[in-house]
């Protein structure tokens, strides 16, 4: 393991005998992939996630984000399709040489068959597992394919060695089975999915690497702890007349947006549904209240709290109550969701389920059966499961993508009789 103090490559023997620290410099490794289990990591492999999700030290990023990050890294090295493919052939030669020799071509056909049987079963299990990501779902669906035609040809070749017909014919349903359920799985991309890493072992992680080197200069610390501390938020944007309006759902994501510059860099104020930031809350409404062409637009999760935001912004005294301002709500939805072509990190949960179970009827009358069904079962998005920079440019897209809402391009129109109220087609 490299150390990221001086570079210089240190082996299990070297940390060893330094007491875990580097032989050249004497810094500390922070983690000791061989004590750590399944999940191994290491120095130069958590500095490059810091570094990837700041997008250099660029743009500040919250602890969410950065343990969505690292659980989708696992999770693309828990399947790969060419080191699937190379052991698949490896095993088949294997056993038809082994058995060969043993059982003749009658045990070398048993066993092949049972071989192809296991290997076609894991990997339909694959392709609904909510241990993988979208796109190894997707590999494991097209590994059934080939697994389908190697099936076929070898047992083709056997049934006209042996002049079997038996044989020819298991060897044809297996075969298109195999290849039918590959061309029928690809596209479960609504699937919920596990965390493989635990939010306790990854905030160990992330206390460690900071004791050790000091704190991660964009990482984000809670809302709660800037407002105790009494933390001035740039009280510039008071003085300016924004047209626009952000509102999220949590003061996490809030805050996110405002430590990058977002409300200036797109000339729009951004405010929490919790009242964040407390600091400037009341002054920036009252500025925006006097705005006859403010148009607010809704930002959340897509979880059934998430999706009772539009509806709060409208009936509250505190937000827009009897008032024509123009609401757009720009996602996360179950439609965005269930139609996203993308690989989103869709979570499950009982609680989940039973908020979804309590919606009001003025929220489930704008959801189709789908998404209804959808959110019944407890599925949710959480928008911190998108990489900040990827986050900020969907944000970015979805405004200007509503700039002319005569046009109603991407929009459908839900509205009430004193508030106008849009909803984007799609989440980036």
Request: neutral net charge.
């Amino acid at each position: 393991m490299k150390c990221i103090n001086c570079g210089t490559d240190n082996n299990l023997k070297d940390r060893t005998a330094n007491y875990g620290k580097c032989s050249n410099c004497g810094h500390l490794f922070v983690f000791e992939p061989t004590s750590m289990g399944a999940i191994k990591l290491t120095d130069p492999m958590f500095a490059k996630a810091i570094s990837d999700i700041s997008v250099n030290n660029t743009l500040f990023f919250t602890p969410k984000q950065m343990f969505y990050l690292l659980d989708s890294r696992f999770r693309k090295k828990a399947f790969n399709r060419v080191g699937f493919g190379s052991v698949y052939i490896f095993g088949l030669i294997f056993f038809t040489i082994f058995t060969s020799s043993l059982g003749g071509t009658l045990g070398t056909l048993i066993l092949n068959f049972i071989y192809q049987i296991i290997t076609i079963t894991i990997l339909i299990k694959n392709t609904n597992s909510p241990k993988l990501n979208a796109a190894s779902r997707k590999g494991s669906a097209k590994s059934l394919i080939f697994v389908g035609v190697m099936t076929l040809i070898s047992g083709i070749f056997y049934g006209v060695q042996i002049n079997s017909f038996l044989v020819y014919v298991v060897a044809v349903l297996l075969g298109m089975f195999s290849i039918y359920k590959g061309a029928t799985l690809p596209n479960q991309t609504t699937i919920a999915q596990e965390f493989l890493i635990g939010e306790s072992a990854y905030q160990d992680w992330l206390n460690r690497w900071q004791e050790v080197n000091g704190n991660i200069q964009k990482l984000l610390t809670a809302p709660e702890e800037l407002n105790n501390q009494a933390t001035p938020i740039n009280s510039d944007v008071t003085a300016y007349s924004f047209d626009r309006l952000i509102v999220c759902d949590s003061a996490d994501v809030a805050q996110f947006l405002i430590a990058n510059n977002f409300h200036f860099e797109n000339n729009c104020a951004i405010l929490s549904i919790t009242g964040y930031p407390e600091s400037i809350f009341q002054t920036t409404m009252d500025m925006l209240r006097r705005n006859p062409e403010l148009k607010v637009y809704a930002l959340h999760s897509c979880t059934p709290r998430g999706l009772g935001l539009v509806n709060r912004l409208k009936t509250s005294s505190n937000w827009f109550q009897n008032s024509n301002v123009v609401i757009i709500d720009m996602g996360i939805t179950p439609h965005q969701v269930i139609a996203a072509k993308k690989n989103i990190f869709i979570e499950t949960s009982p609680q989940s389920a039973s908020e979804a179970s309590q919606l009001s009827s003025e929220i489930c009358n704008n959801l189709s059966p789908e998404e209804l069904q959808w959110l019944q079962a407890g599925n949710f998005v959480n928008l911190e499961s998108f990489r900040p920079q990827q986050l900020i440019q969907i944000i970015q897209r979805g405004i200007a993508n509503t700039l002319n809402l005569e046009s109603d391009g991407g929009l459908l129109v839900v509205g009430s009789p004193d508030t106008y109220i849009y909803t984007t087609e799609s989440f980036g």
